[in-house]
């Protein structure tokens, strides 16, 4: 992943206490290759990182979808419930009246 290209960039930064033990946690024999370890890690990752968000992503949109459609559902049998409970109600209701014409004809 190192690459081999010449060093001609000469450049001095200062950085917190941090960012040092980040640093001294790099691969690599000197502060500036565990700098350029650190760098060349980073953004050969990056492109990958951004693939993997986008998948992330996606399949959160794809799963918030299913659970509004699922919401959906679930409100539609709700109503269904319901309706079902009224029905059963009115049914009750012909019944009944059904009852006393058939006792009230002789």
């Known amino acids: 992943m190192?690459?081999?290209s010449p060093k001609s960039n000469?450049?001095?930064?200062?950085?917190?206490?941090?960012?040092?033990?980040?640093?001294?946690?790099?691969?690599?024999?000197?502060l500036n290759e565990k700098f350029e370890s650190l760098v060349l890690f980073c953004f050969y990752k990056l492109e990958s990182r951004k693939k993997?968000?986008?998948?992330?992503?996606?399949?959160?949109?794809r799963e918030r979808d299913r659970l509004h459609n699922l919401q959906k559902?679930?409100?539609e049998l709700r109503w269904m419930g319901r309706d079902?409970?009224?029905?059963?109600h009115y049914f009750g209701i012909v019944e009944r009246r059904a009852k006393?014409?058939?006792?009230?004809?002789?």
């Open 2 to 4: 190192r690459g081999h």
């Open 10 to 30: 000469l450049r001095s930064f200062r950085y917190s206490d941090e960012i040092a033990a980040i640093l001294e946690a790099q691969e690599g024999n000197s």
């Open 52 to 61: 993997d968000l986008q998948c992330i992503e996606e399949a959160i949109e």
């Open 73 to 75: 559902a679930t409100e």
């Open 84 to 88: 079902l409970q009224s029905a059963k």
């Open 100 to 106: 006393k014409i058939a006792e009230t004809e002789v």
